[in-house]
């Protein structure tokens, strides 16, 4: 007799085309449903300290999007040995966060109860958005979504007992787990209150950091209200969550206008495409970013001419230059520039987590997304790790002045002309070796873009447009020790 955790025969399948999940995942109402779940998760201690101690969510939340959304396509997509592997990508992954919280408790991602609730507030945030939408979901179509979600949870390896085996049991956990177990977490607090009102421009629309800030500055708190109103009230009583007059009714209204969305023709909202888009590089030669860029084009040359109609400069001045995005402010040779520069290098790519300062988290958060990119397996993900741990035991040596076990921008700043050693130099050649798929001992195009997700612009490379080891562990050390900003390189790590 079949499991909960397996397909019938004769029923609609539990992954890939056909199945409950697959249908909901390019659903605008997804997008808010996620949002939700996620402060569900961040509320769970455990989970919210390991995402403050490890995630780059604040940091980098395109990323950890983009990411987010690839996983969960691969997790519920119909091939069995691609769920099989990403499983073990994601269980590697959680296995090396662990540690101790502000207050010394304990936390390990790998915690199957906290796994639990990862799964259970996806379920029940998709439920929930449909009720929003003033569409609930039908009795069947609940037991079928059930199904895929203890599919999925089982797929990571999870045994049984942790999330109950039928739908009417759920309810009861859920509503338990929120009035014992979550708490007022420093993790929720930021995903509520600080994420979206700083949430930095997508990598494809850096060119139009202006427009982006005024469109946030009206966005980030109102995401913020909708997503408290859609929080269980009694989470939101012990939490002391203000209730914005009017914010339900506009929540509501949100998930059913999100809804109505999914009218539009097949193909305009794919999530995957939208998210892909919007991580791409401006330098990039996909042909939808030259669009953008010609689109970009027309908006400056619309703002000169509106200049020249309107040429008395607004109240308090004209403004002064702006720094190129993804690049240092222009601060001169001085040593006064050089430390500015340092420390702007120093937020931007070396504090991963968004901290202020930089340890052991922010660069395995690095390993991690280099080995995203490149889709690494075992050994070569280790290797890659261990590589990036030797670099760090080797500037806690070098720069970690006042032994608190971390690194601050000032004594990184004071030391960066001296930071090329010789693990740097092992994590540049490391990453060569997993870069270079095929091991002819060259990066060529496809995989210079695997790493980089951009063309290939390397003139003064060798020969037959490739990109060699000595010239790639040139440029990485003189990027890494905050000697050189590129184009090419910002993406690397610096994105958001």
């Given at each position: 007799m079949p499991t909960r955790t397996e397909a019938r025969a004769d029923g609609p399948p539990l992954f890939g085309p056909g199945s409950q999940f697959d249908a909901l995942f390019d659903d605008p109402r997804w997008a808010l449903a996620m949002v939700r779940a996620t402060v569900l998760e961040a509320a769970h201690?455990?989970?919210?300290?390991?995402?403050?101690?490890?995630?780059?969510?604040?940091?980098?939340?395109?990323?950890?999007?983009?990411?987010?959304?690839?996983?969960?396509?691969?997790?519920?997509?119909?091939?069995e040995e691609v769920r099989r592997r990403e499983a073990a990508r994601l269980n590697r992954l959680h296995a090396r966060m662990a540690g101790s919280d502000a207050l010394g408790r304990p936390y390990d991602a790998m915690d199957p109860g906290a796994r639990a609730w990862v799964t259970a507030t996806l379920f029940e945030s998709?439920?929930?958005?449909?009720?929003?939408?003033?569409?609930?979901?039908?009795?069947?179509?609940?037991?079928?979504l059930y199904a895929e979600f203890l599919a999925f949870h089982a797929s990571m390896g999870d045994g049984p007992g942790h999330l109950p085996e039928e739908l009417h049991d759920f309810w009861p956990y859920f509503d338990r787990t929120v009035e014992e177990v979550l708490a007022d977490t420093e993790a929720a607090r930021v995903i509520l209150y600080r994420l979206f009102d700083h949430l930095p421009v997508p990598a494809?629309?850096?060119?139009?950091?202006?427009?982006?800030?005024?469109?946030?500055?009206?966005?980030?708190?109102v995401i913020g209200t909708l997503t408290v109103a859609s929080l269980p009230e009694s989470y939101r009583r012990r939490a002391g969550l203000p209730e914005t007059p009017g914010a339900r009714t506009l929540m509501q209204g949100a998930y059913v206008a999100a809804g109505l969305a999914r009218f539009?023709?097949?193909?305009?909202?794919?999530?995957?495409?939208?998210?892909?888009?919007?991580?791409?590089?401006?330098?990039?030669?996909?042909?939808?970013?030259?669009?953008?860029?010609?689109?970009h084009e027309r908006v400056k040359r619309a703002g000169a001419l509106l200049r020249l109609v309107a040429p008395f400069a607004p109240a308090g001045g004209e403004p002064g230059p702006v720094p190129a995005a993804g690049g240092p402010a222009r601060t001169g040779g001085t040593e006064e520039g050089v430390r500015r520069s340092a420390e702007e290098f120093f937020r931007e790519v070396l504090d991963q987590t968004g901290d202020g300062y930089l340890d052991w988290p922010d660069l395995a958060a690095m390993a991690r997304e280099l080995a995203t990119r490149l889709d690494l397996d075992e050994p070569e993900e280790t290797r890659l790790y261990q590589a990036f741990a030797d670099w760090?035991?080797?500037?806690?040596?070098?720069?970690?002045?006042?032994?608190?076990?971390?690194?601050?921008?000032?004594?990184?700043?004071?030391?960066?002309?001296?930071?090329?050693?010789?693990?740097?130099?092992?994590v540049a050649e490391v990453l060569f070796d997993v870069t270079d798929a095929n091991g002819d001992g060259t990066i060529d195009a496809d995989e210079y873009r695997a790493l980089f997700r951009t063309a290939f612009?390397?003139?003064?490379?060798?020969a037959g447009g490739t990109y060699t080891r000595a010239a790639f562990v040139r440029d990485f050390l003189s990027f890494m020790s905050a000697r050189r900003r590129t184009t090419t390189y910002d993406p690397l790590l610096a994105d958001g």
């Open positions: 201690p455990q989970i919210g300290a390991a995402l403050t101690d490890n995630s780059t969510f604040v940091a980098h939340p395109w990323r950890r999007l983009r990411n987010t959304f690839l996983s969960m396509r691969r997790m519920f997509g119909a091939d998709a439920v929930t958005m449909f009720r929003m939408s003033g569409q609930p979901m039908a009795q069947e179509t609940m037991e079928r494809l629309l850096s060119g139009m950091p202006t427009l982006w800030a005024a469109g946030r500055s009206l966005a980030g708190p539009l023709p097949d193909g305009w909202l794919r999530a995957e495409a939208v998210i892909e888009l919007l991580s791409l590089s401006p330098e990039s030669d996909d042909p939808r970013v030259r669009a953008v860029t010609g689109l760090w035991r080797e500037l806690q040596t070098a720069l970690d002045t006042d032994g608190d076990g971390r690194i601050s921008a000032g004594e990184y700043a004071v030391a960066v002309p001296s930071l090329a050693g010789p693990a740097l130099v092992r612009h390397r003139d003064d490379s060798a």
